[in-house]
């Protein structure tokens, strides 16, 4: 990561709520073809949440705890503070002096970007202001939340605005909470109803839904030069597993998630 920071902007998409088992079933069945085709080997790394709701998971990831692979460890980390004793800051690691990525990115000359999605980046009350308060520019409006069937599409919008009005020269950090997975998401399933609610299925065709679009996210990220790019869930969510339903608890459904990163390429954004 010490020769990506400074060279290459840095994405990062969390894809709020998204099920492992879900997001690999679609991945398996070319459901997802547009994300398929970045995924390492086309198949989502089975990683550990680093908390089992939103909140929990963000401040952990912006302080460099992403996902953990589900496997025996320890799993040397891309991003640190400096931390004495630390058992996952490894050489290749990028360690900076501030308590989070986001400021360390900017100390390193990033200019930081939050798109929000979930009710935790919507500014409209102290709590829903921690995250995005964060980075140097955030922006949230209602159609970007959880109740707007198109609010993958108004977020892509607003990053394509942001992109287009940096000096060329500027590195970016670009961070998108992606909403559409959350409940309620009854809506990108054709035929479902609010009545009978959110299910498995709904929650894979919003997967679906984000798949169709997020091109145009990867094409504005690496527009101006190679972008390394994240994509992973936060959590996960339960739907009637072991009679679960939701998250903030600890079921595996909820702990395990999904997780990817490679790169982008500036030529790439024309497909």
Same mark, same amino acid.
């Given at each position: 990561?010490?020769?990506?920071?400074?060279?290459?902007?840095?994405?990062?998409?969390?894809?709020?709520?998204?099920?492992?088992?879900?997001?690999?079933?679609?991945?398996?069945?070319?459901?997802?073809?547009?994300?398929?085709?970045?995924?390492p080997g086309g198949a989502w790394q089975q990683r550990h949440a680093p908390g089992s709701f939103t909140y929990a998971s963000h401040q952990a990831m912006f302080a460099g705890f992403l996902p953990t692979p589900a496997t025996p460890g320890p799993h040397p980390r891309l991003f640190a503070a400096r931390f004495a004793g630390s058992e996952t800051t490894a050489a290749r690691t990028f360690v900076h002096d501030t308590p989070d990525l986001v400021s360390g990115? #900017?100390?390193?000359?990033?200019?930081?970007?939050?798109?929000?999605?979930?009710?935790?980046?919507?500014?409209?009350?102290?709590?829903?202001?921690?995250?995005?308060?964060?980075?140097?520019?955030?922006?949230?409006?209602?159609?970007?939340?959880?109740?707007?069937?198109?609010?993958?599409?108004?977020?892509?919008?607003?990053?394509?605005?942001?992109?287009?009005?940096?000096?060329?020269?500027?590195?970016?950090?670009?961070?998108?909470?992606?909403?559409?997975?959350?409940?309620?998401?009854?809506?990108?399933?054709?035929?479902?109803?609010?009545?009978?609610?959110?299910?498995?299925?709904?929650?894979?065709?919003?997967?679906?839904?984000?798949?169709?679009?997020?091109?145009?996210?990867?094409?504005?990220?690496?527009?101006?030069?190679?972008?390394?790019?994240?994509?992973?869930?936060?959590?996960?969510?339960?739907?009637?597993?072991?009679?679960?339903?939701?998250?903030?608890?600890?079921?595996?459904?909820?702990?395990?998630?999904?997780?990817?990163?490679?790169?982008?390429?500036?030529?790439? #954004?024309?497909?």
């Open positions: 990561m010490n020769e990506v920071v400074g060279r290459h902007d840095i994405l990062l998409v969390t894809l709020d709520t998204l099920r492992y088992d879900v997001a690999a079933e679609l991945a398996a069945e070319g459901r997802i073809p547009r994300l398929a085709r970045r995924l990115l #900017a100390e390193a000359g990033y200019h930081t970007v939050c798109i929000g999605g979930v009710g935790f980046f919507n500014k409209q009350a102290p709590l829903g202001s921690v995250l995005p308060g964060l980075f140097q520019e955030s922006h949230w409006e209602p159609e970007f939340g959880v109740t707007s069937p198109h609010s993958f599409e108004h977020q892509i919008a607003r990053a394509e605005q942001v992109v287009a009005r940096l000096p060329a020269e500027q590195r970016l950090f670009l961070f998108v909470n992606v909403s559409a997975l959350h409940q309620p998401n009854w809506f990108h399933l054709p035929g479902a109803t609010r009545e009978a609610g959110d299910t498995r299925e709904t929650h894979a065709a919003a997967l679906e839904y984000v798949d169709r679009h997020i091109d145009r996210l990867f094409a504005a990220a690496s527009s101006r030069r190679r972008c390394f790019a994240i994509v992973c869930s936060d959590h996960g969510t339960a739907y009637g597993d072991d009679g679960f339903t939701g998250h903030r608890l600890g079921h595996e459904s909820v702990w395990t998630v999904p997780y990817a990163h490679f790169f982008l390429d500036p030529a790439e #954004a024309v497909r």
